[in-house]
């Protein structure tokens, strides 16, 4: 497939009359979406600097003009820098200073964030382009610069990724084609569109099949199908968290009656695909990716619950000192792995960087994550003998417990099948002799459960093997997440058993819980 830029993407709508973009009670068609984009291009012509890099910020939820503005980057040459409004003060003026933004266009609601500090911020709402100007745009390939998206920053400052044409492009036309989406489809983006997810696997995808894309200013579970009714939305990306919170919305007997047929996205857990896809009568397919790009593949028909897939043949698991490729794992009797030491490793990309082009302005970065050839995810995992792969957590994630190094994903797998647990993190705290010790957060329902009865709950599992059971269980009313859902586990870790929550102390081997405060 020949790898298009954006620019080639939105210069084929500019004829297009049909809708093209849909706000609350807004309407736009293709073609007056590029017109538009051509007077937001006209503009950072005029206010932007051409001899130094041409980066401007965004700070806004997903309006029509963060559209506008990427087309006009795509016209103009300039970068769109997507600024993340959950970061304050000081850290969200470092993430505009190091993506070399000349100014930042903020909504009004978000500009007190940066007052008082040395960025340019100017008012998005009052931003005015000329009434009209010519469709001229810069010549763009496929290795050009777009845009920039920071990391999701859980393990420590988030990182700017450089995203080119052809890394927005290409997944949006490989997507649209491999889904058959045209113009009689809408596209539901209702992840932040300053984060990769809402570009890459919605964006790009409506702008690639020619579909109509209806946004949403923020993600709301309960706004979710009355959207999918009101705008005929037939795709919608996704990351795991916000599908789970449409499913634990309350059901309804015609939930299915709607136009919905295919969601696609990541991160999601086994049992939320499920029955998300049963609950409203269309398919779920759920994909391993990162901002990076460096390594993608998804879930087939035939792939196990748990299982993030089959990946491509470039994509091996290797061990993280060696890195030789690691055996297949194995498992007992009753599906414990067996040989976890020997079968976890990294996943990595043989073959190179994929769409990986890099972060901007960190060179160690880089290298870390390009090594000897590979492409390395920093992602921990497994495959089986039929080459599935399991998530095993981070490489930060890794807990060494009693001289074994276990992964925190499978422990936290088996903690989700508690009825009455809805979320959890495990992660390692120190310790008092040498290694780590096992704690867990959990999320419950509202449904009571206690230490005893928690206790029996892991006893019954076949497969948690005696050191993945937590030393410590801390219970708490939500997780600390990233704006893009994920979960901050480097704050759990560093607040360990220093806490006011009540935190349940395993008692000797068995396991018995008592419960206390933290410390």
């Known amino acids: 497939m020949d790898v298009p830029s954006v620019t080639d993407l939105l210069l084929a709508r500019a004829g297009d009359e049909l809708r093209g973009l849909r706000f609350e009670d807004e309407t736009y068609s293709w073609a007056e979406h590029v017109r538009a984009s051509a007077r937001h291009a006209a503009a950072l012509r005029a206010a932007l600097r051409w001899d130094i890099p041409p980066h401007v910020g965004i700070l806004a939820d997903n309006v029509p003009v963060f559209s506008f503005l990427l087309g006009a980057c795509a016209f103009s040459g300039a970068v769109l820098v997507g600024l993340n409004p959950t970061r304050r003060g000081e850290a969200l003026a470092r993430d505009a200073r190091l993506t070399d933004c000349q100014f930042v266009l903020a909504e009004r609601k978000y500009q007190p964030l940066l007052d008082g500090l040395d960025v340019d911020v100017r008012d998005l ?111 919608a990306n996704y990351v795991g968290k916000p599908l789970s919170y449409v499913v634990a919305t309350a059901p309804r007997p015609d939930d299915a009656d709607n136009p919905l047929r295919l969601v696609y996205g990541n991160e999601g857990a086994g049992a939320d695909l499920t029955a998300f896809a049963e609950r409203f009568g269309c398919k779920v397919i759920d994909a391993f990716g990162s901002t990076e790009g460096g390594v993608g593949f998804s879930r087939t028909d035939d792939t196990p619950p748990a299982s993030l897939g ?41 073959s190179g960087a994929g769409w990986f082009a890099g972060y901007y302005r960190d060179p160690e970065a880089d290298a870390d994550r390009l090594r000897g050839g590979r492409y390395h995810t920093g992602d921990l995992a497994y495959a089986d003998a039929d080459g599935f792969v399991y998530f095993a957590g981070r490489l930060g994630d890794w807990l060494r417990v009693d001289g074994e190094n276990l992964g925190t994903a499978p422990i936290e797998r088996i903690l989700l099948r508690h009825p009455a647990i809805t979320d959890t ?17 959990i999320v419950t329902d509202g449904t009571p459960l206690d230490p005893a009865e928690f206790g029996r709950f892991l006893a019954a599992q076949p497969d948690l093997g005696p050191k993945q059971v937590p030393k410590y269980v801390r219970t708490v009313r939500e997780l600390p997440r990233t704006s893009t859902f994920k979960v901050i586990k480097r704050q759990l870790a560093a607040e360990g058993l220093d806490c006011p929550d009540v935190i349940w102390t395993r008692c000797g081997r068995d396991l018995g819980y008592t419960a206390g405060r933290g410390h």
């Open 125 to 235: 709402e009052s931003w005015t382009t000329p009434q009209d100007a010519p469709l001229d745009p810069v010549p763009a390939s496929a290795d050009d610069l777009l845009m920039l998206i920071f990391t999701s920053g859980t393990s420590g400052d988030p990182k700017a990724v450089r995203c080119t044409h052809g890394k927005i492009a290409f997944p949006g036309r490989m997507l649209a084609d491999r889904f058959g989406l045209s113009n009689q489809d809408t596209v539901y983006v209702s992840m932040p569109m300053f984060h990769s997810n809402a570009i890459m696997a919605g964006w790009a995808v409506g702008l690639a099949a020619g579909a109509g894309i209806a946004l949403r200013r923020k993600f709301s579970a309960s706004g979710f199908l009355p959207d999918v009714r009101k705008f005929g939305v037939t795709y």
């Open 425 to 441: 993190a495990v992660y390692a705290v120190p310790d008092p002799v040498t290694g780590d010790q096992v704690m867990a957060a």
């Open 310 to 350: 089959r990946p491509t043949g470039d994509v091996a698991i290797v061990h993280p000192d060696t890195g030789r490729p690691c055996p297949p794992a194995e498992f007992d009797a009753a599906g414990r792995l067996t040989n976890a030491e020997e079968a976890v490793g990294e996943l990595v990309n043989t």
